[in-house]
């Protein structure tokens, strides 16, 4: 087990899509997202590399994980909002910032950065 196992806590364990009338669907990111392959077996993925950054409104965290399957790379982008806008009481801003988002988005992307999709919340 290497340090990149380490990567994996970056990751959330699952992710929430919404079904138009069915509500939200639970699915796990920890399988390949890429087009053509099936790969839901975490040990035949390998985190690799880690990249995040914030401005004022999100922190975004990137994991780059290679698939042992398909033998290609992909990108898992979590994005978490920093607090929600709040147009009344503008002053306010300490207990406010208290309720941050915990809700973030994930989107898949292919080894090139190209958006495979907006995966769900979580
Ligand atoms: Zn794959």
């Keep these: 087990m290497s340090d990149n196992e380490n990567l994996w806590n970056d990751v959330p ?17 920890e399988q390949c997202f890429l087009k053509g392959c099936d790969n839901q077996d975490r ?17 975004v965290t990137i994991v780059h994980i290679k698939c042992n399957k398909c033998n290609r790379v992909f990108q898992l982008k979590m994005e978490s909002l920093k607090k929600v806008a ?5 002053d306010d801003n300490k207990s406010e910032d ?5 809700m973030g988005l994930v989107y898949a992307l292919d080894e090139k950065g190209n958006d495979l999709g907006h995966i769900g919340f979580y």
């Excluded at 364990?13 to 990111?29: D, F, N, Q, T």
């Excluded at 390998?46 to 922190?59: G, I, M």
């Excluded at 208290?98 to 915990?102: D, G, K, P, T, V």
């Design 13 to 29: 364990v699952y992710a929430w899509i919404s079904l138009a009338r069915r509500g939200m669907e639970k699915i796990s990111l």
């Design 43 to 59: 040990n035949l993925l390998e985190p690799f590399k880690k990249e995040s950054y914030e401005d004022e409104k999100r922190q």
């Design 98 to 102: 208290e309720q941050a988002l915990s």
């Design 86 to 90: 709040r147009p009344t009481k503008p």
